[in-house]
C-alpha cells in the first residue's frame, strides 16, 4: 500500500473513531507533539495540543447525546497530507439539529497525527454549539 493510501486509511479509521464516539482511539491518532487548529473566532476556534484534546474531546459527545456523524465526501492525499471534504449531522441537546460541511487538512508524521486544520461555516458553529455566543473581542465588534 503506498503512503497516500495508507494515509487515506488512517483518516477513514479517525472518523469512524470520531462517529463511535471513541475518544480513546481519536487521542492515539496524534502524535506527542501533535494538535489540532480549529479555524475562526468561534468559542471553540483555536489551537488545541494532545493533551487539551485529551481533556476535552468527551465533551463534545456530552452536547450531543444520540451521537454526531461525519460522512467523508472525498479524500485527496498527496505524500503525508490527506485533505478531506466532509459534512455532518447530529441532534444537539439543546433539540436542534446541527449539520454542517467541512474541509480537513491532515498532516501525519511516521503514521501519527502531526496537524488537524478544521475548516467549517463558523456561523453554524456559533448558532448552535456556542448557543449564538461570540468570544468578547468578537462580539464587541
Known sequence: MSPEESNKQRVRDF????????????????????????MGGTLISGRFSKAQIQGAAGQIYEVFPQG???????????GERVAVEAHSQGRHVSGKLYTNEYHFLFEFRDGKLAVLKEYMDTERVTDILCGGQRPPQLADA
Request: charged share 15%.
Open 15 to 38: 472518523f469512524a473513531a470520531m462517529n463511535a464516539g471513541d475518544v480513546p482511539t481519536i487521542v492515539a491518532a496524534y502524535a506527542d507533539d501533535g494538535y489540532l487548529w480549529t
Open 68 to 78: 454526531i456523524q461525519f460522512t467523508l465526501d472525498a479524500l485527496t492525499a498527496e
